[in-house]
């Protein structure tokens, strides 16, 4: 008796020592895969800083005038003087993707932060009022989420006229709804939650519960939703400068900047693949800085960690 005894609590002991084992395993595994996570976030957040950076002082980073015209260097391949080549009027192709990030990234954020801001504060008004306000502005964006966005956008900027900023009113009628519907279903999900009901009871008002309580826990899906979304709103505000809806030569912007090159291709293929290049990076980098914040935020990642 004494010796099965003795035998049944090795086991107990063995077994409890290894889930001991198995949970300080997956507790390290957890934190290895946070720091990575965070490398990450370093890392792309770094590059988008630097692409901001070069936006933001890119009349002192290029090398050449953007818009000096030089008819004898017209169409000359890339070489040591002109790193991207040249267009048809000679003018330097490395400093006109430079400068056009002005137009590209600069506007991208304008209309991201438009959509944002906007989408925002109609999708928690509606979760938090609800009733008709809420049925009638939902149905709304039912409408604008039925046709195909760049269509819409084509026709409205059509409407409008040329011109970058024309381009950005036109994605942001379109574009708001996808964040009222985020902020919305965020909104309702801890509408009637304790704090908010004690936040009622103590007197605060409409505008004081949704700043003070219902915006600071829905931040983190509009952050991820906004961030993700840069990538997507500069290939279509660069679709319109492509068709000649969005900005206008001889202003310097990606989309503009290939449309007017798109003929040459074949023979000159630096014109149009040199704003490309630009518009693939950019997106690429905002893209995956997009991924890494969503991750980070993942509150299931977070509950695991803990």
């Not at 505000?237 to 090159?261: I, K, R």
């Not at 490309?276 to 991924?291: E, H, K, P, T, Y």
Request: with cysteine; proline share 4%; charged share 15%.
């Amino acid at each position: 008796m004494d010796l099965s005894n003795e035998n049944t609590e090795e086991l107990l002991i063995s077994s409890s020592d290894i889930k001991k084992k198995k949970r300080e395993i997956s507790i390290r595994i957890q934190k290895v895969k946070k720091s990575h996570i965070k490398l990450r976030l370093v890392f792309f957040a770094s590059l988008a800083v630097l692409l901001i950076v070069m936006t933001v002082f890119a009349a002192q980073i290029c090398p050449h005038d953007p818009y000096k015209q030089d008819l004898s260097v017209a169409l000359n391949a890339p070489s040591a003087s002109h790193l991207m080549g040249t267009d048809t009027y000679g003018r330097d192709m490395l400093s006109r993707v430079i400068i056009g990030a002005r137009a590209s990234i600069l506007s991208t954020f304008a209309l991201v932060a438009i959509i944002t801001v906007f989408g925002t504060a109609v999708g928690v008004l509606c979760g938090y009022i609800g009733g008709k306000f809420d049925g009638i502005v939902m149905r709304i964006s039912d409408f604008f989420l039925a046709f195909p966005g760049l269509v819409f956008a084509l026709a409205v900027a059509a409407l409008l006229g040329g011109g970058i900023w024309n381009a950005v009113i036109a994605l942001a009628v379109i574009s708001w709804p996808k964040y009222s519907r985020v902020a919305r279903s965020q909104t309702l999900s801890i509408r009637n939650s304790e704090f908010i009901n004690a936040s009622i009871m103590a007197g605060d008002n409409a505008l004081q519960i949704i700043v003070r309580h219902i915006l600071p826990n829905i931040l983190g899906p509009i952050l991820v939703t906004s961030v993700l979304d840069i990538g997507t709103m500069m290939m279509e505000l660069a679709g319109l400068s492509f068709l000649g809806l969005g900005a206008q030569p001889p202003v310097a912007e990606w989309g503009s900047m290939m449309s007017t090159g798109r003929s040459m291709l074949q023979t000159y293929p630096w014109i149009v693949l040199s704003p490309g290049f630009a518009i693939f990076i950019s997106v690429v980098v905002f893209n995956l800085l997009g991924d890494t914040v969503r991750d980070y935020l993942d509150p299931r990642r977070q509950s695991k960690t803990i």
